[in-house]
């Protein structure tokens, strides 16, 4: 860059400041700054931006309200329904503040107010859903019902939302994406992890309730048995096809569900396969003598052509666990259910119970692993009670 850059210059006050300007490539960059040093920063960076080809006169980008970005972005890209609404309620929350504004500390409070902040009732809402209890939840600490606050899978999707919608703008806008908000601030967790089974009585308490529903009575009993048995994903089940269930009347042990990669949640990770889920005998029976008889004729799906989501069908299972009395209980909860019995009950290693549940991560299916002290010390005293009758046989035997 030939030419002086910098220029010192003294206010009225005897205040110094320093005069930034840039005239090279068709680039006509002024600022001035208060120190030298944040002149000459500055002029560094705006070289390495002319020799990266990127442009350097920002100016007026970095007073653009976020508001107006995600209006950008909403203009020239398709985005899904549910992904639309969160740009929209994004205006409202932060549209006002200027990209030049939207720092890594602003950032972070906003994701812990976000994580903190109840959730509103809707607008047009005239009553409480008696599902629901008006959004509010038991507090573990105090037991006190309290209003319930955004779950950090929820926070997580409004992060990624922000940071999509700003990393294209610097793409189309072609100016350097400041990432630093999102390396200061990672993202909450996706999930968090529950590990409820049923306890005694549960089971049969889920399966009278679903006398109580309107229609398929019986497809919810097989259904819960299914899931509970299983150990197969709810989007899995109702994927699945009368043709992937192979039952072998003369051979029970070679019965099998062949479960394809395309029907899994992890279909596009890398060590995602097809797998086979055998039958515990209880299963292979349920299926056999139960199930086969929902079967009509030029029914393709074994559960699919009953609920036609997932989203539904956790719906209508909130009702049966309040007319079962069964609290803070999910239908995915069924399958850490299926996954747990293989711990309590078999001595299959971790990966032999992954080949059945579907699991890729090892260290995942460790957290299915709920054994109750009541049950483990059930069979440290049944082993006892083996190895004594062996000793007093040995005994009577050398007597």
Known sequence: MAGKLITERVGVNGDVSFLVRIREAGVAVSKTFKAKKEAEKFIRE????????????????????????????????????????????????????????????TFAVYLKTKLEQPIPDQKKKKKDHPLFKANMVKDEASGEMVKKTYAEGTVRKIYYVIKNALE???????????????????????????????????????????????????????????????CMRVGESLLMKWSDVHINEEKPQLSYIFVPKENTKIADKKNAEDRKVPLRPEFF???????????????????????????????????????????????????????????????????????????????????????????????????????????????????
């Open 285 to 399: 029976h349920f299926i056999k003598n139960r199930l086969m008889k929902l079967k009509k004729e030029k029914q393709k799906l074994v559960f699919g052509d009953y609920w036609t989501s997932s989203s539904t069908l956790g719906n209508r299972f909130k009702v049966i666990c309040k007319n079962a009395e069964v609290e803070n209980f999910k239908i995915h909860d069924l399958r850490h259910c299926a996954v747990s019995w293989y711990f309590i009950n078999t001595s299959l290693t971790d990966i032999e119970i992954s080949k059945i549940s579907g699991h890729i991560e090892l260290e995942t299916l460790k957290r299915y692993a709920t054994l109750r002290h009541s049950d483990i010390g059930v069979k440290l005293w049944a082993n006892a009670a083996v190895e004594s009758k062996k000793n007093d046989e040995q005994e009577a035997v050398a007597g």
């Open 168 to 230: 294209w703008h610097s793409k189309h806008m072609d100016y350097t994406f400041d990432s630093k908000p999102f390396d200061d601030n990672p993202p909450p967790k996706a999930w968090k992890p529950r590990d409820r089974i049923l306890e005694v009585g549960e089971l049969d308490r889920l399966l009278s309730a679903t006398d109580k529903m309107y229609v398929k009575q019986e497809e919810w009993k097989c259904f819960i048995l299914w899931q509970y048995y299983s």
């Open 46 to 105: 705006v070289k390495t931006k002319l020799d990266r080809g990127e442009s350097v006169d920002i100016a007026k980008v970095k007073k653009m309200t976020l508001g107006a970005i995600f209006d950008d972005y909403l203009k020239h890209n398709t985005v899904a329904k549910g992904k639309l609404y969160t740009l929209n309620k994004l205006k409202l929350e932060i549209g006002a503040v200027p990209l030049q504004n939207f720092k890594a500390g």
